[in-house]
């Protein structure tokens, strides 16, 4: 019994870190610039101080004062409030933070914010340790995630980061979906990504077709039924959180119907927006974010990984069907940051105003992956590569 009980606690030990260590990191450089509740400055900025917090604000207002979710009048001569709480308001952390104070609702939304951080490292730990030998190096590569160029220029975004965090729980799910596990994991995932933001959810589902071709691909079987199968309980799978959403969904759909978005086309030209130098040089560090004004991504995930990918390339350790398969999807992600029609797909059908490339936290994933698998087979490279 106590063999297994040190297994447990060992199991946990790189989870733990991937989840402390970006908080802590964060809580760090808020005593360094003196944030709450290490001094009396917040970190908010646009649409995070003048949309998020006093719609939240606003929701506790409405649950503890038994006001309706449906119609507000409140805006103009009404509003559909449904579809409001949809976009804005539906993370289920929002019903815990209603419980706060409303002159406080700031400070408790950035500290929500720096345990997603850290829930987003322990889900991609949780990934890596998916048919592996557990070592410390996963909590790295999870801190790697947690403090990425995505989380670091749209955390302001607060309504995306639900997303952003479970994508790693989501990934996991679709690798098991592959391997003909359970759906169990994937399911639940996208049950509440999709609940706490449609819209980020819509780029996660298409990341997730994406991934799904990769885990099949890659898959050591080669029957082609238990590759039907896979693909059918990804699509079961996917119909079942989608009705569970309907409720959400379906409310959503006819609002955004009768706004300007909806009237977005598609463009009559292709044109790139920047040169292919400038997207590697967002891969290097001390590049300042990118919210608006351009299209260049936010990418970074340290530069350690760009050490590391060589290294994969050049290891004979790793299947040459990898060495295919994986570069073409990051590469894919690429062209579709620097090409409006790509963009405007990626997108949900639909030009995005600021902050762009916001599907760049599945290229982050993925060069992550790549640089994991470096990491862990470097001692079987030749001196001749490393030297």
Known sequence: MKIIHSDKRRSLKPTLI????PVMILMLLYIIRGIFPFGDRIYVRMDF?????PFLR?????????????YSWKYGLGTNYWAHYAYYLASPLNWILVLV???????????????????AGMGMVYFLKEGKKENLSMAAFGVFYALSGYYLAYSCNVIWMD?????PFVALGILRIAKGKSATVYTISMMISTFSNFYLAVITGICCILWLIICLVKGSSKSAKAVWKAIGKF?????????????????????????????EVFSDKVYFYFPFYDLLERMCMNVPSNLKGSNLPNIYSSVFVLVLLPMYFGNKYIRLKEKIVNPHFPAFLAFGFNTNI?????????????????????FIFLVLVMGYEAYTKRT?????ILY
């Not at 101080?49 to 917090?53: G, K, L, R, T, V």
């Not at 606003?58 to 449906?70: A, D, P, V």
Request: hydrophobic share 50%; net charge neutral.
């Open 380 to 384: 079987k490279l030749s001196k001749k």
């Open 101 to 119: 104070p409303g002159e406080f609702i700031v400070e408790a939304m950035n500290i929500a914010l720096v345990f997603r951080a850290g829930i």
């Open 58 to 70: 606003e929701f506790g207002e409405h649950i503890l004062n038994g006001e309706s979710l449906l």
């Open 235 to 263: 699509v079961a799978s996917t119909m079942l959180y989608v009705g569970i959403c309907a409720i959400i969904l379906v409310p959503t759909a006819l609002a955004l119907a009768n706004t300007p978005a909806a009237q």
């Open 18 to 21: 991937a989840f402390i260590l």
């Open 49 to 53: 101080y003048h949309q998020y917090a």
């Open 342 to 362: 790509l963009d405007y797909i990626w997108h949900g059908l639909h030009f995005p105003n600021c902050f762009p490339s916001r599907q760049s936290f599945f």
């Open 163 to 167: 997303g952003y965090a479970l994508f």
